[in-house]
């Protein structure tokens, strides 16, 4: 099979597509996928330089990628509830940057999605869920989001909204149309950030979840009093020196399963949407990883193996 490998952690260039690679079998409660869609994420290039070993620990020759869309192609002893030929959506064992993977965990995909909207649903629905549990957002309190406009942010923002929740959004101007059309409140990251959030939100913020990871950590804390608890970070490497809460790791998978379902349902009715920025074919992953890296995209990266 096809697939994108590197076996040294580095830049883009470590990156390397090749073929003629051993398609996996599935093992005990797993499936292999024949992969339609795959979804780029920042955690891919940090995994790619050795940034996240304490979440995800390597061992070479390494597959990136971690959520998919897909087709059962077979099925490992003891899985019951999918057939071959299903079409599902969820996260893999073995890297999703090929044609073939084996997951554990996935849900069916919505006839009504798209391969490319239901690879871009995983990663970031379960981690904006899991960062608004984390912070026990409720409706009528006020939600900072650094990096709303992102995948991740761009999920929290709605499921927050939808839930009653008042969300300030930090985001470049570009972005400022996208994040009103969510329902958020957006202002400019920078320099006198503290002032234009206080304008914003004059009863001040009630909790921060930090999916940029620029230097956002000194300023949320300004923001909440000093009140460091209900601040949540995915981003910011220097959480523990801040005495900040670094959420690394899916939650319990059960939730997840669920809360990934519900989140394909929303999605086919518009009340979750995530944009698609671009599509790659699976030969150009280290370009793809390259514009990830570089936070420009306006929306989703999806290689097409």
Same mark, same amino acid.
């Not at 499921?159 to 329902?183: D, F, M, P, Q, W």
């Not at 009863?203 to 230097?215: K, L, T, Y």
């Given at each position: 099979?096809?697939? =994108?490998?590197?076996?040294?952690?580095?830049?883009?260039?470590?990156?390397?597509?090749?073929?003629?690679?051993?398609?996996?079998?599935?093992?005990?409660?797993?499936?292999?996928?024949?992969?339609?869609?795959?979804?780029?994420?920042?955690?891919?290039?940090?995994?790619?330089?050795?940034?996240?070993?304490?979440?995800?620990?390597?061992?070479?020759?390494?597959?990136?990628?971690?959520?998919?869309?897909?087709?059962?192609?077979?099925?490992?002893?003891?899985?019951?509830?999918?057939?071959?030929?299903?079409?599902?959506?969820?996260?893999?064992?073995?890297?999703?940057?090929?044609?073939?993977?084996?997951?554990? %965990?996935?849900?069916?995909?919505?006839?009504?999605?798209?391969?490319?909207?239901? @690879?871009?649903?995983?990663?970031?629905?379960?981690?904006?869920?899991?960062?608004?549990?984390? %912070?026990?957002?409720?409706?009528?309190?006020?939600?900072?989001?650094?990096?709303?406009?992102?995948?991740?942010?761009? @999920?929290?923002?709605?499921?927050?909204?939808?839930?009653?929740?008042?969300?300030?959004?930090?985001?470049?101007?570009?972005?400022?149309?996208? +994040?009103?059309?969510?329902?958020? =409140?957006?202002?400019?990251?920078?320099?006198?950030?503290?002032?234009?959030?206080?304008?914003?939100?004059?009863?001040?913020?009630?909790?921060?979840?930090?999916?940029?990871? #620029?230097?956002?950590?000194?300023?949320?804390?300004?923001?909440?009093?000093?009140?460091?608890?209900?601040?949540?970070?995915?981003?910011?490497?220097?959480?523990?020196?801040?005495?900040?809460?670094?959420?690394?790791? =899916?939650?319990?998978?059960?939730?997840?399963?669920?809360? %990934?379902?519900? #989140?394909?349902?929303?999605?086919?009715?518009?009340?979750?949407? +995530?944009?698609?920025?671009?599509?790659?074919?699976?030969?150009?992953?280290?370009?793809?990883?390259?514009?990830?890296?570089?936070?420009?995209?306006?929306?989703?990266?999806?290689?097409?193996?």
């Amino acid at each position: 099979m096809e697939a =994108i490998v590197y076996e040294e952690f580095g830049g883009p260039e470590v990156l390397r597509h090749v073929s003629g690679l051993a398609v996996p079998e599935p093992g005990e409660g797993e499936i292999r996928v024949r992969v339609a869609a795959v979804g780029v994420n920042p955690v891919d290039h940090k995994r790619r330089y050795g940034w996240v070993e304490a979440f995800y620990p390597t061992t070479f020759p390494a597959v990136p990628g971690l959520e998919f869309a897909g087709t059962v192609d077979a099925l490992g002893p003891g899985v019951t509830g999918v057939r071959v030929g299903d079409e599902i959506l969820g996260w893999t064992t073995t890297g999703a940057y090929a044609q073939y993977a084996l997951s554990d %965990l996935w849900v069916p995909k919505p006839a009504e999605l798209s391969w490319e909207q239901a @690879a871009s649903l995983p990663v970031a629905g379960e981690t904006a869920e899991r960062v608004l549990d984390l %912070l026990g957002v409720r409706a009528g309190e006020t939600l900072l989001l650094h990096g709303a406009a992102g995948a991740v942010g761009s @999920a929290a923002v709605q499921l927050a909204v939808a839930a009653g929740v008042t969300v300030i959004g930090t985001a470049s101007e570009r972005n400022h149309a996208y +994040l009103k059309s969510l329902g958020a =409140i957006p202002v400019t990251y920078g320099e006198g950030l503290a002032a234009r959030v206080r304008a914003a939100a004059p009863d001040g913020v009630d909790a921060v979840f930090d999916a940029a990871g #620029h230097d956002t950590l000194p300023v949320s804390i300004e923001l909440m009093a000093g009140e460091k608890t209900r601040i949540v970070t995915i981003a910011a490497p220097d959480a523990e020196a801040h005495g900040i809460v670094f959420s690394g790791v =899916i939650g319990d998978r059960e939730k997840v399963r669920e809360d %990934l379902t519900t #989140h394909a349902k929303l999605a086919t009715t518009g009340a979750l949407t +995530l944009r698609v920025a671009q599509t790659f074919p699976l030969k150009d992953a280290a370009r793809a990883q390259e514009l990830s890296e570089s936070s420009r995209a306006q929306g989703k990266l999806i290689l097409l193996p």
